[in-house]
């Protein structure tokens, strides 16, 4: 036989396309060559094959090889087509039998002596060929198997019943195919429970900060952003890494998202499964950086962080260009790129937390006295972060500096674990009440579960109209206020609840 074709999968943003891998042989002067699109990883797999079936013992057939990777339009990019184009010659010329191929999809990139290396998106991949298998059994000829390497075993056998066949070396799959017996075959991989529970830092290491750590926690009940506030020294990163301690546990859904996110970029790590994504992006960091692109698009930081925290440190220190695009996916979860090739859907329903000091100097309002800087030159530093993205932030709340004789007295804070538990008794509330956190309600869902009595009311509008808010503020506050209701177990929003939530309002430019 002179033609072999097998299966594997393309990476598209979050989806995984199917691609056959089609292997002709024929007669002429010998040569290699790869079409459909293939992009330089791709078109390099060549030597890589050779080299592997060279030192693995399999002749290289001094024919005229051809590989086709349809569809033809669709971009194909890394060395994961290294190990279907190896075996695809391989059955093509009859050195391996052909009559099993077909119920496997195969992904891997091969070295030179023909071991097996891991590939991005392995999870996305094993998604996208259960889901077209309909979920049903390996038994079933509607569901493929999937043969990888065995360094991404772990993450390809997330996906529920997916029947996973790690590999470490071309001749271990090669040998699934010849042997006549089970002993010699690949083996079904089974996945070890995990039950060790995520680690965080803990808040009790914060001394003081009685309003910052109030804040954090209405921040965590809701999934509001915050911004804190401060002169420098005052703890602002110290709270920030410990607000993601606070967070409600991951259910399955939201870890095998942000799982699947993290293996577009090779950094998924089994032991980081259920651990809630903390990303700290430098503020040197590019647009692109922070949201994605690319020719081949992939995630950024704001989809690396799904499900997760991510916190932006000396917030007007970064390029303001880049920061205003953090206003389309902060209103939506999800972030779209757009290129000349294809266009990406990426997941991106994080938390934004900000830190920021008052002025160039950091000393603002500072009891020191140490600030000299003008009225121009704070005015300048506070207008590189823009009306409107402030506007998108719910929180913005002052970190005051710490008294020295607080410096040397016990921690007496609460531990991150009793904070947790509130938060989590108020998102369990949430989530009876309208089957989502209290930052995602629409307005008309605002409107019908955020009613207050009319002295919250007054209290509101008189302050909407003596601080000039936008109708997205007035919104705003409305929604951090029926989160501290949830934390305090009442069904109404009290006068209370709004006066808090309105503290937690002030904007930068008003202090």
């Not at 592997?52 to 339009?73: E, H, K, M, S, W």
């Amino acid at each position: 036989m002179s033609l072999a074709v097998l299966h594997s999968r393309a990476l598209a943003g979050m989806e995984a396309p199917p691609v056959s891998v089609e292997v002709h042989l024929a007669n002429g002067l010998p040569s290699f060559t790869i079409v459909g699109l293939p992009d330089t990883e791709v078109r390099e797999s060549k030597d890589r094959v050779r080299a592997a079936l060279q030192n693995a013992g399999f002749q290289i057939p001094n024919r005229r090889v051809t590989i086709n990777l349809a569809p033809a339009d669709l971009p194909k990019e890394s060395g994961r087509f290294d190990l279907p184009i190896a075996l695809g010659i391989l059955a093509a010329s009859g050195q391996i039998p052909d009559r099993d191929l077909d119920r496997y999809e195969f992904a891997g990139e091969l070295s030179l002596s023909g071991q097996l290396r891991p590939i991005r998106g392995a999870l996305a991949m094993t998604f996208a060929m259960h889901r077209s298998g309909g979920h049903s059994a390996l038994s079933s000829r509607l569901a493929r198997a999937f043969i990888l390497p065995a360094s991404n075993a772990d993450e390809a056998a997330l996906v529920g019943d997916a029947a996973i066949f790690p590999a470490e070396t071309l001749l271990q799959v090669c040998a699934h195919f010849a042997a006549a017996d089970d002993a010699s075959r690949l083996q079904r991989y089974r996945p070890k429970p995990c039950g060790v529970a995520p680690q965080y830092p803990d808040l009790s290491d914060v001394k003081g900060q009685r309003q910052a750590k109030r804040a954090l926690e209405v921040a965590a009940a809701g999934a509001h952003s915050l911004l804190l506030v401060g002169p420098p020294g005052t703890g602002k990163t110290m709270l920030a890494s410990r607000f993601v301690g606070l967070l409600p546990p991951m259910t399955d859904e939201e870890a095998l998202e942000a799982a699947a996110v993290q293996s577009l970029t090779r950094g998924f790590n089994a032991a980081t499964w259920k651990v809630r994504p903390y990303r700290s992006p430098h503020h040197t960091t590019s647009g692109v950086a922070l949201v994605g692109g690319g020719s081949m698009p992939r995630p950024g930081e704001v989809s690396l962080a799904h499900c997760g925290v991510l916190f932006l440190d000396e917030l007007p220190e970064f390029d303001r260009r880049v920061l205003e695009v953090l206003r389309q996916p902060m209103e939506s979860g999800t972030i779209t790129i757009s290129r000349a090739a294809q266009q990406a859907d990426f997941p991106a329903r994080f938390q934004l937390i900000a830190a920021m000091n008052p002025c160039p100097c950091g000393y603002l309002g500072h009891s020191s006295g140490k600030c000299h800087c003008t009225v121009e030159a704070v005015a300048r530093y506070q207008d590189r972060i823009s009306g409107p993205l402030l506007d998108r932030i719910d929180m913005q709340v002052e970190v005051g500096p710490l008294a020295p004789a607080a410096m040397g007295a016990a921690a007496d804070g609460e531990p991150s674990a009793a904070i947790a538990g509130r938060v989590a008794d108020a998102f369990t509330l949430q989530l009876q009440r309208q089957d989502k956190s209290n930052q995602r309600l629409t307005t008309r869902e605002i409107d019908r579960y955020c009613k207050l009595d009319a002295a919250g009311d007054k209290l509101l509008r008189e302050t909407m109209l003596h601080l000039h808010w936008s109708a997205r503020a007035y919104h705003r506050v409305l929604k951090v206020a029926r989160t501290i209701a949830d934390l305090a177990g009442m069904e109404r929003v009290a006068t209370a609840h709004v006066a808090e939530a309105i503290g937690y309002r002030r904007s930068v430019r008003e202090r």
